[in-house]
């Protein structure tokens, strides 16, 4: 029964999320986007309010645009330090996240346990600290 239950839900979560995109996609602008958007989230989580959503949705957006249209005119000549989660593997990036096709100087790079969220929480965070104070 157990299994039924949790199959249950993540049948409907996966068909919200499914009908969630189809919508987006059919959308004419990015504005009727975020108009979606922000109204199936603050449905779940009625203490996020929409205008706020759609501000966080399009900042994301902008930056993650911004990142993919930059072309940097030189290399950077210092040396660079990368500390990243174990649980970034999935992201399926190069070992030093390309920074040595935009450093001219050394990229040392230090992956420590957690993912995204909690390589710099509790006793991670200590690690991450010690590796950036023998770094510097």
Known sequence: PIILVGYGFYH????????????????????ERLEIMAKAVSNHYPSLKPEELKIAAMSHYKKLLAAHEYTPSDKLAEPVLLVKAEGSAELQLAHDY?????????????????????????????????IIKNWI
């Open 12 to 31: 409907r979560l996966f068909l919200s999320l499914f009908q969630l995109k189809g919508s987006m996609l059919e959308a004419s602008s990015i504005g």
């Open 98 to 130: 390309q920074l040595s096709e935009v450093c001219s100087g050394q990229v040392e790079v230090h992956t420590v346990p957690g993912n995204h969220y909690s390589f710099i929480i509790d006793e991670n965070a200590q690690h991450v600290a010690d």
